[in-house]
T-cell receptor, first 113, second 115 residues
Framework: RKEVEQDPGPFNVPEGATVAFNCTYS??????FFWYRQDCRKEPKLLMS???SGNEDGRFTAQLNRASQYISLLIRDSKLSDSATYLC??????????????FGQGTILTVHP | EAQVTQNPRYLITVTGKKLTVTCSQN?????MSWYRQDPGLGLRQIYY???????DKGDVPEGYKVSRKEKRNFPLILESPSPNQTSLYFC??????????????FGPGTRLTVT
């Protein structure tokens, strides 16, 4: 089983739609969680960190469920500019591994007119 | 401007010819890391460094070396490149403390082809 798993998609949605991505992780000692966005052939950029209480940034909402070991990203009112690959990132901490980050393979989102 | 720079951006080389990809950051970050990205496999961590003279293996360290002699630089060395190291490589940096990683800033990527 992969340490971090995402549905690769692609998700094709019309403008204005609401879309949700899930990401599961296998190591219960994981401490930090993030969603990154990557445009084609570009470097990944932080979209948002994910906190235990859940957090929202405009049209984007991230949730963490430690009991079930998954995080989610919800995008409301999708825009054409939201088209990208969304990467789930988990920081496993423990012993000497406190710097080890594991990325999911990414979920491709395409928003069409 | 805060940034992570990588050089070269594109490189085509032959099997066995040693090469170094440089990475430099100007944000005084403690943490630096190298990743490779391959279709269907996503980003995989090669090596990371929590501070000067402190490096550790990521998920796919075989065939790579790194060094962290200065805080701002974290070069990636391929002593004897092979075709399976053809990939898109990203360097990243962040501030960090034990157990927590903060926002990672990525360099623009280096596309390496080994023939």
């Amino acid at each position: 089983r992969k340490e971090v798993e995402q549905d690769p998609g692609p998700f094709n949605v019309p403008e204005g739609a609401t879309v949700a991505f899930n990401c599961t992780y296998s190591n219960s000692a994981s401490q930090s969680f993030f969603w990154y966005r990557q445009d084609c052939r570009k470097e990944p950029k932080l979209l948002m960190s994910v906190y235990s209480s859940g957090n929202e940034d405009g049209r984007f909402t991230a949730q963490l469920n430690r009991a079930s070991q998954y995080i989610s990203l919800l995008i409301r009112d999708s825009k054409l500019s939201d088209s990208a690959t969304y990467l789930c990132v988990v920081n496993f901490a423990g012993g000497t591994s406190y710097g080890k980050l594991t990325f999911g393979q990414g979920t491709i989102l395409t928003v069409h007119p | 401007e805060a940034q992570v720079t990588q050089n070269p951006r594109y490189l085509i080389t032959v099997t066995g010819k040693k090469l170094t990809v440089t990475c430099s950051q100007n944000m005084n970050h403690e943490y630096m890391s190298w990743y490779r990205q391959d279709p269907g496999l996503g980003l995989r961590q090669i090596y990371y460094s929590m501070n000067v003279e402190v490096t550790d293996k990521g998920d796919v360290p075989e065939g790579y070396k790194v060094s962290r002699k200065e805080k701002r630089n974290f070069p990636l060395i391929l002593e004897s490149p092979s075709p399976n190291q053809t990939s898109l490589y990203f360097c990243a940096s962040s501030s960090a403390d034990r157990g927590n990683s903060y926002e990672q800033y990525f360099g623009p990527g280096t596309r390496l082809t080994v023939t």
